[in-house]
């Protein structure tokens, strides 16, 4: 069991929950060496890393962490997705620590609803279908 | 591997006694028992990778907070905790192993390299202790 990022993280610039996290290498970002980037922009939680210790999640201002039996279902498939950093983990590298301005509480809302909106067929699904062909 | 590895290395003949050479032929691994017996009477066994010349351990395992039942760790202890991670990476450690404390916060920890214990100590709040091994 580990915990989950969410797509409720993505193009957040905000890496508070990798300054946190005690173990280097779990929360990482995707950067293929070949430069191609496949999956969404955000940060991902290396399953095979996580310790769950839990310190990670009151830290994202986007309230997009999750543990991995608590992931509502909407986003269920974001569970797969964080579970590619352990898969091919070359093509990840340690999330940078940078802070930024905190999301006020209606952007936090208005993003969950965004995302709650586009249901679990969402990007993910394009997502999916690009890693196959790889 | 280990016989590729032989091709390696240097011939070296030397005499002991009757009943040593007995019991040497009796080894299944000669060579490196009488390497290693050698190493550790010269003292100059690498005590990092134990004279193998890497590391045996790619990272540092920690122990996990919900399979051990552990309290949630609040901010300061992530980053104290963090910084023992990273020591215990330069330690070329293979294991650090967490416990509640029974009668106060924190939590005890003990650094491993194999069998070894190279550290042990205390971590509260924004507090790492060490304790002498």
């Known amino acids: 069991m580990a915990y989950v990022i969410t797509r409720l993280c993505r193009d957040c610039i905000d890496t508070a929950c990798a300054s946190v996290c005690p173990c280097p290498d779990c929360i990482v970002e995707h950067r293929p060496p070949d430069g191609v980037a496949a999956l969404p922009n955000q940060l991902y939680i290396r399953p095979d890393v996580c310790i769950d210790c839990s310190a990670c999640e009151p830290e994202c201002p986007w309230e997009a962490i999750f543990p991995e039996d608590e992931v509502p279902a909407v986003f269920a498939a974001d569970v797969a997705l964080n579970a590619i950093s352990a898969a091919r983990p070359k093509e990840f590298v340690e999330a940078t620590v940078h802070q930024s301005m905190k999301p006020r509480s209606d952007e936090v809302d208005a993003n969950k609803r965004k995302w709650e909106a586009a249901g679990d067929a969402s990007e993910t699904g394009v997502v999916e279908d690009r890693l196959l062909v790889r | ?133």
């Open chain 2, 1 to 133: 591997m280990y016989s590729i590895m032989l091709y390696m290395k240097t011939r070296v003949t030397f005499r002991v006694a009757r009943d040593l050479a007995r019991s040497l032929r009796e080894l299944p691994n000669q060579t490196a028992f009488v390497e290693d017996a050698l190493r550790s009477a010269l003292g100059r066994t690498c005590p990092t990778c134990e004279g193998a010349g890497r590391t045996r351990w790619a990272s540092v395992a920690v122990s996990d907070f919900k399979e051990g039942a552990l309290p949630r760790l609040d901010r300061d202890g992530a980053v104290q905790l963090k910084s023992l991670v990273r020591l215990s990476r330069g330690l070329a450690a293979s294991r650090l192993d967490l416990a509640a404390r029974s009668e106060a916060p924190g939590f005890d920890f003990a650094v491993h390299r194999g069998r070894d214990v190279l550290l042990r100590g205390t971590l509260a709040g924004n507090t790492t202790t060490f304790r002498p091994n």
